[in-house]
């Protein structure tokens, strides 16, 4: 199956927007403050935050889904959203991602800057954002 622009420009916006909320409106302050701990209670605090921005992810795309009749493959979009959630997961236990960060050379601006681990965290999702709407709508088939 090949997906039209349209089609991948509706999923993709509507996976930015649920995350945008989930990551920010959904997530409770437990969670958040929770999900980089070390252990199983911070893998607890992320898998739940995980849960609930998927949770809104699937709400948004199946807003998109029904209301602009697209022809998406339930397979696709199932494996689009594991793909989006493990991500999520691997990136907000944070020291995965600060590593990742240090490894590629960021690692001065991960610890100097404040805002440095949030722009990095935030583009980290919507990097696997796009290669999750391009799974969603078969583009990678």
Same mark, same amino acid.
């Given at each position: 199956?090949?997906?039209?622009?349209?089609?991948?420009?509706?999923?993709?916006?509507?996976?930015?927007?649920?995350?945008?909320?989930?990551?920010?409106?959904?997530?409770?302050d437990r969670e958040a403050l929770?999900?980089?701990?070390?252990?199983?209670?911070?893998?607890?605090?992320?898998?739940?935050?995980?849960?609930?921005?998927?949770?809104?992810? +699937?709400?948004? =795309?199946?807003?998109? %889904?029904?209301?602009?009749?697209?022809? *998406? !493959?339930?397979? &696709?979009?199932? $494996? #689009?959203?594991? +793909?989006?959630? =493990?991500?999520?997961? %691997?990136?907000?236990?944070?020291?995965? *991602? !600060?590593?990742? &960060?240090?490894? $590629? #050379?960021?690692?001065?601006?991960?610890?100097?800057?404040?805002?440095?681990?949030?722009?990095?965290?935030?583009?980290?999702?919507?990097?696997?954002?796009?290669?999750?709407?391009?799974?969603?709508?078969?583009?990678?088939?």
């Amino acid at each position: 199956m090949s997906a039209d622009p349209g089609t991948f420009a509706a999923v993709g916006f509507a996976l930015y927007a649920a995350h945008m909320v989930g990551d920010h409106w959904v997530q409770t302050d437990r969670e958040a403050l929770g999900k980089g701990a070390a252990g199983w209670s911070g893998r607890f605090w992320a898998a739940r935050h995980v849960v609930s921005l998927t949770a809104v992810k +699937v709400l948004f =795309l199946a807003a998109v %889904w029904v209301v602009f009749g697209l022809s *998406l !493959a339930p397979v &696709a979009v199932v $494996v #689009g959203l594991v +793909v989006d959630a =493990l991500s999520h997961w %691997w990136a907000d236990r944070r020291h995965t *991602l !600060a590593k990742l &960060a240090r490894r $590629v #050379g960021k690692g001065t601006w991960w610890e100097r800057d404040p805002q440095a681990p949030y722009l990095l965290d935030q583009s980290w999702h919507i990097g696997w954002l796009f290669v999750a709407a391009l799974i969603v709508t078969g583009v990678t088939s």
